[in-house]
């Protein structure tokens, strides 16, 4: 397999997704990119970072990779092991090394939620020397030129179990993302939700509501993505106060009088 040609067609991302700049992450992360640096996007849920390396991909006209990490993601699942077929091990690789091989961006999403040896695997990929040891197979792979390495955390959910050593985040450009300005955040609301601008900004103010409630019990406000969720839920036509119940409300606690905090936000505003 050295050497190999990999493929990746069904990994590129042909139309243009869309993605409204909110500062100059595009350039610090296209300049990354052709020094050869790793990316750290680190934000809340569903603010943006994965349509970001989406948009970036497009950009850089590169496959793009993405595995959502996990408390049972093994160094194996990324890397790759050896699968029994017609009675012969037969090597498999791992999506990391498929991007390594095919010159992809790999993006792994919320990096923290995967082992603790995950993370050393992919050191000798995110410094000079941008080498991925398959030690299974007694390879060493040089990644080419094309290749980016991009990891995502968010930072509201840090604790002492869940955080990066500093000897990974230190090997990575490190992009923060946050919700956009209301102004941004109604005009993509709009764009992606399909809403009139009307309804869009009562769904921000309403955002910036249960935004507010972090220190009263509720875990993270309303992100953009589940604006986006319950305008397309308006655009087909369901009641205002239902969408927003069942996109919003239901989605950020289970908890009764969270609930009807959050109902009565909804009743204030529509």
């Known amino acids: 397999m050295p050497g ?78 050896y699968l029994i077929r017609s009675g012969e091990a037969v090597w498999s690789d791992g999506p990391l090394t498929m991007a390594v091989r095919a010159g992809a961006i790999c993006y792994l999403d919320e990096i923290v939620e995967a082992r603790k040896d995950t993370t050393v695997v992919i050191h000798p990929l995110a410094d000079d020397r941008r080498q991925l040891p398959i030690e299974k197979r007694g390879e060493l792979l040089t990644a080419p030129p094309e290749f980016m390495l991009a990891i995502s955390y968010n930072p509201g959910y840090q604790s002492v179990l869940k955080d990066l050593k500093a000897s990974t985040r230190q090997r990575f450009v490190a992009l923060s993302f946050d919700y956009p300005v209301p102004e941004k955040e109604i005009e993509i609301v709009c764009r992606e939700g399909g809403l009139k601008i009307d309804i869009a900004r009562s769904l921000v103010k309403l955002a910036g509501m249960t935004r507010a409630l972090k220190d009263s019990g509720l875990a993270e406000g309303a992100s953009t993505r589940l604006l986006i969720q319950t305008g397309k839920l308006i655009a087909r036509g369901i009641p205002i106060q239902n969408a927003c119940r069942a996109a919003i409300s239901e989605a950020l606690t289970d908890d009764r009088e969270l609930l009807a905090a959050l109902d009565e936000m909804v009743s204030s505003l529509f």
Not at 24 to 52: M, N, Q, S
């Open 4 to 81: 190999q040609q990999v493929r990746l067609d069904e990994h590129r991302i042909e139309e243009e997704p869309y993605y409204l700049p909110i500062g100059d992450e595009i350039t610090i992360a296209e300049a990354a990119y052709y020094e050869g640096a790793p990316l750290l996007l680190k934000g809340p849920t569903g603010c943006g970072k994965t349509r970001f390396i989406q948009y970036l991909a497009w950009r850089l006209k590169r496959p793009l990779v993405t595995v959502s990490c996990h408390d049972d993601l093994s160094t194996s699942d990324l890397v790759g092991r």
